[in-house]
């Protein structure tokens, strides 16, 4: 039975492992890089990430996904300081996701330096990037995120 359960806990940190390889983006719109330039998205995308983002039943998983890393880190209890660099870019994607639904924004994190880049389509949330200083495990936000102005877009 021992082996059993070893066996299944060495499985699922695998495919948590895995799975975490992905970029943490807000949208799927969002930049592939923290190197590349945003693009200016029309209103039409703008409108169809706020619906999703403001759905309820992604209201419901993010709820989850955030409560799950309190969990984590309460049982852990490090101070943040082991955790995987996947780990901390998906919380702060999480808590940027709650706090600014809509945007399109890609989240890169290497030894505790978080990198978030993409855009957004109010100045006040152009000032919400740096909740990601609130995550256990941030050192620094550099913060490559522009403004769009939905106005001037054609």
């Not at 998205?41 to 209201?59: E, F, L």
């Not at 949330?125 to 522009?146: D, F, H, P, W, Y």
Request: glycine share 4%; hydrophobic share 35%.
């Amino acid at each position: 039975m021992k082996k059993l359960t070893l066996f299944l806990l060495s499985n699922i940190l695998l495919l948590g492992a895995v799975a975490c390889q992905d970029t943490a983006k807000t949208s799927s719109n969002a930049p592939d890089s923290t190197q590349e330039s945003p693009k200016v998205p029309d209103a039409k995308t703008v409108q169809a990430n706020q619906q999703d983002a403001q759905s309820q039943t992604r209201r419901n998983q993010l709820n989850a996904d955030i409560k799950a890393h309190e969990q984590r880190n309460n049982a852990f209890n490090d101070g943040g300081t082991n955790r995987t660099d996947a780990a901390v870019a998906t919380e702060v994607r999480d808590k940027l996701e709650a706090n600014i639904p809509g945007s399109q924004l890609l989240v890169e994190a290497k030894n505790g330096v978080v990198t978030v880049s993409g855009t957004v389509v109010h100045q006040q949330n152009l000032s919400k990037i740096e909740l990601a200083r609130q995550i256990k495990g941030v050192k620094t936000v550099v913060n490559k995120v522009k403004l769009v102005d939905l106005k001037t877009k054609n």
